[in-house]
């Protein structure tokens, strides 16, 4: 299939909230923005990666849609505003569409409505559940930018960002749209959190992905945000791979027999093979069963002298902003004009014997990446793979 192009990218998170400082933190391993937080689980403080600074603020007009979740995106779609206006005076408002993943919305400002509710009988004064629907970050962005395009929200927990890569490159294939905004939102939620602690995911420090001693995942928060289209750009989507093992609601696949499908179906895709990857970027959450099933899945689709890492140590996971993220990461590695550093793999160390014995990136490893894989992994067996190219 011919590639489609990401033009530029707009990123914050844990790291920092430009394309900038982001880079400066990722091939230092930085994990400055990783902090213990008390208020967010119920009875223990928790690791979690946390957009630091002010952020912009939602204006009046689009006061039903206000939300933390929200002022993130504007902070992400800001840095890529020129790019978006060029392509509008371009095509037109009416052939510039959007697709963003997000977990989820504005469910933290919902969790803290309805616990008003519950303790005094109403909402707060302002409430509006338009706030903390799934669809609210790309409906806020149609109207905030005035598109006429089509505009949707993928929510597919820890794939979500990395499959509306998928779906806005069909826009671009069917010609229902000659640029579409991708990427992907969330935010720290109470909820999610709490929600991760009942299922014994959560980490009891910073996460430790791949070692013998990982014990769950660190959440986080940000957003990464692209401009997409057919025009010739600095780094191609060459393929996609998407999967739905339906093995579990909430485990993967021991075999991994999904996300291997999705991993060999973006090779085929972009029509290389396996050696031509320079860098993959794990989906690597620290949990016993991921990090088991991806390190034997990525032995046997890619090898074991690839560079990996999981950046998840860097900025938490993400959740629904999590694919757009790493993809982001493998965006700054490609549009590098020289050999720049990796991003390093952060952990203690301590192989696991269980694991395939993977090609970990170490702090200060300098290559030129030419393609880059990133692998995303969900609830309910949902697989996603992106293979991006330099130009």
């Known amino acids: 299939m011919t590639p489609v192009y990401l033009h530029a990218l707009g990123i914050i998170n844990a790291l920092g909230d430009s394309v900038a400082s982001v880079r400066a933190g990722l091939y230092a391993g930085s994990t400055n923005g990783m902090v213990s937080r008390a208020d967010l689980i119920r009875g223990r403080e928790t690791c979690v990666g946390v957009v630091q600074g002010t952020l912009p603020a939602v204006g009046p007009e689009h006061a039903p849609y206000a939300s933390r979740n929200i002022q993130i995106l504007c902070a992400a779609i800001a840095q890529i505003r020129p790019q978006i206006d060029a392509a509008i005076a371009q095509f037109g408002a009416d052939r ?7 977990s989820t919305s504005g469910a933290a400002e919902g969790f803290e409505a309805l616990t008003a509710r519950l303790r005094r009988g109403a909402f707060p004064p302002g409430y509006d559940y338009r706030r903390q629907e799934m669809a609210t970050p790309s409906e806020f962005l149609r109207r905030m930018l005035a598109l006429g395009g089509p505009a949707w929200s993928v929510s597919t927990a820890c794939t979500a ?7 806005g490159r069909r826009l671009l294939k069917t ?24 299922l014994e995911s959560i980490a009891g420090e910073r996460c430790n992905p791949f070692s013998v001693n990982r014990d769950g995942i660190n959440i986080g928060e940000g957003a990464a945000v692209f401009l997409m289209s057919r025009e010739p750009g600095p780094v191609a989507l060459l393929g996609v791979g998407e999967s739905s093992d339906a093995y579990h609601i909430s485990a993967p696949d021991p075999e991994g027999r999904g996300a291997e499908t999705a991993m060999r179906m973006a090779l085929a895709d972009a029509g290389i093979d396996a050696g031509a990857v320079d860098y993959v970027n794990l989906h ?28 998840k140590p860097l ?36 192989c696991d014997p269980a694991l395939a014995p993977l090609r970990l990136s170490s702090p200060g490893e300098i290559a030129r990446c030419k393609v880059t894989l990133s692998n995303s992994f969900a609830f309910g067996g949902n697989n996603a793979c992106l293979v991006l190219g330099r130009t």
């Open 175 to 198: 010609g229902l749209c000659d640029a579409v905004i991708v990427g992907g939102v969330d935010s720290l939620c109470r909820l999610t959190l709490n929600g991760f602690n009942a």
């Open 96 to 102: 510039i569409g959007i697709v963003l993943g997000s």
């Open 161 to 167: 960002s990395a499959k509306a890569f998928s779906s």
């Open 315 to 350: 900025v938490g996971h993400a959740l629904g902003a999590a694919g757009a993220t790493e993809t982001g990461f493998c965006w700054i590695l490609l549009t590098e004009p020289d050999a720049a550093g990796l991003p390093p793999h952060i952990w203690d160390g301590e």
């Open 284 to 311: 690597g959450t620290a949990t016993v069963q991921n990090d088991l099933m991806e390190s034997h899945v990525v032995d046997r689709v890619i090898g074991r002298s690839t560079p990996c890492s999981s950046t």
